[in-house]
């Protein structure tokens, strides 16, 4: 029973290791540039930056989703706001374009948000039913 425990935590380890490294790195960035009294947006777009290009946010998400019933739960209450938010510029796009007399380069706009709106989604949907392996 005990030798079947470590295997998990070996597999673990090896599946998020770099995950966990990404972010304790980013963590003790953030405490470094804290001590050294950086001003905190700036510290904020690294660390946005990082986290993006580095795929950090995605991988710290797969984690947490890791904590039975509790994880996914956490991880729709973070994501459901990147559409709202997406939906939410393109009508604020949309209504100066038509203010400014734009109204086919609007219908346009409309569409590709749509159709990334639902690229997204397919994606996600397919991401769960497809295994990576």
């Known amino acids: 029973m005990t030798n079947q425990n470590s295997d998990n935590k070996k597999s ?7 995950t966990l490294l ?3 790195g980013i963590l003790a960035g953030i405490v470094t540039l804290l001590q050294f009294h950086v001003d905190k947006k700036l510290i904020a777009i690294v660390t946005i930056t990082l986290g993006l290009f580095t795929k950090a946010f995605a991988g710290l998400g ?5 904590i039975p019933v509790v ?8 994501t459901l706001p990147f559409f709202w938010l ?12 038509i203010r400014k007399g734009y109204n ?3 219908l346009r706009s409309r569409v590709l948000t749509v159709a ?3 690229g997204i989604l397919i994606g996600y949907i397919l991401g769960h039913f497809l295994p990576i392996r």
Request: net charge neutral; no cysteine.
């Open 62 to 66: 797969i984690i947490i989703s890791l």
């Open 22 to 24: 990404l972010w304790l």
């Open 86 to 97: 997406i939906n939410g510029l393109a009508s604020i796009v949309s209504m100066v374009a």
């Open 71 to 78: 994880g996914p739960l956490i991880v729709h209450i973070f």
């Open 104 to 106: 086919r380069e609007v």
């Open 116 to 118: 990334l709106l639902i």
């Open 12 to 18: 673990f380890l090896r599946e998020y290791g770099q």
